[in-house]
């Protein structure tokens, strides 16, 4: 009888195109058996329902191939007692388990958990940093005069301010892992950056070379470039309101990656329609926005579609991360990427909540 775990892994009908990699089959064959559900669009709840249930009755674990539950249905007590084997469950969405897992009963029953949207955080940091400096520069403008056969002879136009990022005064809005990786890319830029997070300490922003903040009006009236990465939830929704968005001086860069659902849309295009500000964006609401949103046109703006994290690396990334976590816990080994319960709380929504 073979030793090596069970290990289950449900597919979406883009999971293969999207997910899946060459390395992620590697080192699943490496330590453990396979069991496939493919899961499509087709499929009633119930059916997808009944097929994981089968596979999971005599597996040890359970990793998804995509974003989010790929639509697994409520894994309840009573489905979770039906799977007594089952000791690892790895996913990404987010800390969006509990709306697909009786997490406390999971735990209970000695499942562990990872979550591997963090994978993707230099992706998007990356990303982010590029923007800061493309909108410190006019580069897309600019490279859109030449390529409409034009020129830019002179500087004598531009308006009296900050070009450059070294010794700039920054400010973070959020310090996860996407704002970590950019301190540490903004560290040799010699920048004074003050952060904006309630739920991390002081010692872990300076750790980083930054100084933690409570007023987030105040920090965005120092900012000369605010970089805002805060995720969605209940308690950050439209934190960027209209009295930040004021606060930022004359010819500040604005970059956002996060979600535009943080962002108070009506001061922000008010802002960027009087032209005293710049700014970078790749999220919006909705998405894509319409023809003829001034998302789409106006000068003074960046826009990107979206892709900070939306690669097929980020995405093999995260998926593959899954793969070697289980590696990681049938072997006896730390986590590196395991469930926090504070950020499931945090995230939680009111139905999951409710359950």
């Not at 009633?44 to 009944?50: G, N, Q, W």
Request: aromatic residues 8%; hydrophobic residues 45%.
């Amino acid at each position: 009888m073979s030793t090596r775990p069970r290990i289950v892994v449900v597919w979406s009908r883009s999971s293969e195109s999207r997910h899946w990699s060459a390395e992620a089959d590697s080192t699943l064959a490496a330590f453990a058996d396979r069991i496939d559900v493919r899961v499509s669009p087709t499929d009633s709840p119930s059916v997808i329902a009944r097929a994981v249930d089968v596979a999971l009755a005599n597996a040890d674990g359970l990793v998804l191939c995509g974003w989010g539950s790929l639509g697994i249905g409520f894994l309840s007590a009573e489905r979770l007692a039906q799977a007594p084997r089952l000791r690892f469950i790895g996913s990404t969405c987010h800390y969006r388990q509990a709306e697909f897992v009786d997490v406390a009963t999971a735990h209970a029953h000695g499942i562990a958990f990872c979550e591997t949207a963090p994978v993707m955080s230099p992706w998007v940091a990356e990303y982010e940093f590029a923007l800061a400096l493309a909108a410190l520069r006019s580069i897309p403008q600019e490279h859109e005069i030449v390529g409409a056969g034009g020129w830019v002879h002179d500087f004598l136009n531009d308006p009296p301010w900050p070009d450059r990022l070294h010794k700039r005064r920054v400010g973070l809005a959020s310090f996860g892992e996407i704002h970590r990786h950019l301190a540490r890319f903004l560290a040799p830029f010699d920048v004074e950056m003050q952060v904006f997070d309630p739920y991390v300490p002081s010692e872990t922003i300076e750790s980083h070379g930054g100084t933690r903040v409570d007023d987030l009006v105040g920090m965005a009236s120092r900012s000369e470039i605010l970089f805002v990465a805060t995720p969605p939830n209940p308690t950050t929704l439209g934190l960027i309101d209209r009295r930040v968005i004021e606060a930022l001086p004359v010819g500040a860069v604005f970059v956002l990656v996060s979600r535009m659902a943080v962002v108070e849309q009506a001061p922000l295009l008010e802002r960027l329609r009087r032209g005293d500000l710049r700014a970078a964006i790749d999220v919006f609401e909705p998405e894509p926005p319409p023809a003829d949103s001034p998302y789409r046109h106006l000068p003074n703006l960046i826009h990107t579609p979206h892709r900070a994290g939306h690669t097929r690396g980020a995405h093999n990334g995260v998926f593959l991360a899954q793969c070697q976590e289980a590696q990681r816990f049938f072997a006896g080994e730390s986590l590196r990427y395991p469930l926090r319960p504070e950020m499931v709380a945090l995230f939680q929504s009111p139905v999951a909540a409710r359950r």
